[in-house]
């Protein structure tokens, strides 16, 4: 059981422009104050938490600012059934009233049910899932030809498989390296989503962890329609004797059987059949320093979209 307060405030909004150290933070818009009281134990999560935010740029108009979650309620469940047959089943929910001066404002109410067969071994591991999602919003403050009590529901499919292969390197074995690849193959089909809100939803960055997730969308508001086949592949190199990794490299992309169909507002439309390719490498440079360095690259403008590098 734990309690997490947390709160930040200037009184001067141009603080971070003037005096924080480090790029990263000098683009500061809103500093959160939240309070969080959670439960975890072997096979249930849950909590309530409420949360705002202080704006830092008061031109900011109201529909860009981000919304007061006051209260957010959740629940996750987690549990494997006994036996021979390797069945995991859960369930994620949650309900949050979403507060803000300008409407659209109210309450959000997710449940997705879930199950999954575990196959696991030495070296392979292949899951099937199925899910089935719904939303319930009851609105506040729309118009009275807007529908206020708006819904969604939809079934989520996948089948992830991944094999590790493994092999001494080095004159003595003093290391080993693995072979890491990696298919998921996902079904969505397309609901028009439209008349949903968008309450805290959002595109993230690409990254080898988003192109096997079954969201291409973080927040509830949308979930993305999706016929496609993620694939990725990971070498890492590390100590025998210790396991310090020194080496990991990663490539992955996601093929579309059918382009995607749902939209965020300001989306463009695309016709592409793939993703951006992501490609990841970690190094232990030397003792306490550690590189890494990431790129997205767009494969029909054939550039880099997106790529990063950090000395630590």
Do not use: C
Not at 58 to 87: I, V
Not at 164 to 184: A, D
Not at 230 to 258: D, I, K, N
């Amino acid at each position: 059981l734990r309690l997490t307060l947390g709160a930040e405030n200037v009184s001067d909004a141009q603080y971070f422009e003037d005096f924080y150290q480090g790029a990263d933070g000098s683009s500061i818009a809103f500093l959160p104050r939240s309070a969080h009281l959670s439960y975890r134990g072997d096979h249930l999560d849950a909590g309530v938490l409420a949360r705002n935010y202080q704006t830092l740029d008061q031109a900011l108009p109201q529909y860009d600012r981000p919304y007061t979650e006051a209260p957010r309620l959740y629940a996750r469940g987690n549990w494997r059934l006994p036996g021979a047959l390797p069945l995991v089943y859960g369930f994620d929910t949650e309900a949050t009233d979403f507060r803000r001066s300008e409407a659209p404002e109210g309450w959000r109410v997710d449940a997705a049910p879930r199950l999954m067969l575990d196959y696991t071994g030495p070296g392979y591991f292949v899951r099937p899932a199925v899910a089935m999602e719904g939303t319930w919003y009851r609105l506040r403050g729309v118009a009275s030809n807007v529908d206020a009590n708006p819904d969604r529901m939809l079934p989520i499919a996948s089948l992830d498989a991944g094999l590790q292969f493994e092999r001494g390197n080095g004159s003595r074995g003093q290391r080993r390296i693995t072979l890491e690849p990696r298919l998921m193959y996902l079904y969505v089909p397309y609901r028009a989503q439209d008349d949903l809100p968008l309450f805290d939803t959002g595109d993230p960055d690409l990254n080898s962890i988003q192109l096997f997730r079954s969201n291409r969308y973080v927040g509830l508001d949308r979930i993305s329609d999706a016929n496609q086949i993620s694939a990725g592949v990971t070498t890492q190199l590390y100590s025998s004797q210790s396991g310090a990794r020194f080496l990991s490299t990663t490539v992955g992309q996601t093929f579309y059987f059918r382009t995607p169909q749902v939209r965020l507002p300001d989306e463009p439309v695309t016709t592409r059949n793939a993703s951006d390719l992501i490609a990841q490498v970690e190094l232990q440079a030397f003792k306490n320093w550690n590189l890494s360095m990431g790129v997205q690259w767009d494969h029909q403008a054939e550039q880099a979209r997106r790529s990063e590098v950090h000395l630590r």
